[in-house]
């Protein structure tokens, strides 16, 4: 059935980068908007950066605003987050996903689909 896959995590040092992307299958997500969450041990999941649908808008929060750049190929059915300048704070659980409405994602912090989440460890 649909399904979201995260692949591209891993340990890096500080100041160091990372790109995480996202394989959708059983279906096309093109019509979907598509966003990217993480949580860290004993955190509460956060919102991290949703892309538009056309990929004509993109939002981010705040404390990734500048080093993180969500984009998509709806062609390719896949979403990518490229993490530059990585804090030790950044490391988390980052987990893909889907929802026909972006405020969904970016203002409630929810979505319709998830992928199972890639671990991302920026040592200090």
């Known amino acids: 059935q649909e399904q979201l896959v995260e692949s591209g995590g891993g340990l890096v040092q500080a100041g160091g980068s990372l790109r995480l992307s996202c394989a959708a299958s059983?279906?096309?997500?093109?019509?979907?908007?598509m966003g990217w969450f993480r949580q860290a041990p004993v955190k509460e999941r956060e919102y991290v950066a949703a892309?538009?649908?056309?990929?004509?808008?993109?939002f981010y929060a705040d404390s990734v605003k500048g080093r993180f750049t969500i984009s998509r190929d709806n062609a390719k059915n896949t979403a990518n987050l490229q993490m530059n300048s990585l804090k030790p704070k950044d490391t988390a659980v980052y987990y893909c996903?889907?929802?026909?409405?972006?405020?969904?994602?970016?203002?409630?912090?929810?979505?319709?689909?998830w992928g199972q989440g890639t671990q991302v460890t920026a040592s200090a």
């Open positions: 892309i538009s649908y056309s990929s004509r808008n993109t």
């Open positions: 059983g279906r096309t997500f093109s019509n979907y908007a």
């Open positions: 996903a889907a929802d026909p409405s972006i405020p969904t994602i970016k203002d409630r912090g929810e979505a319709g689909y």
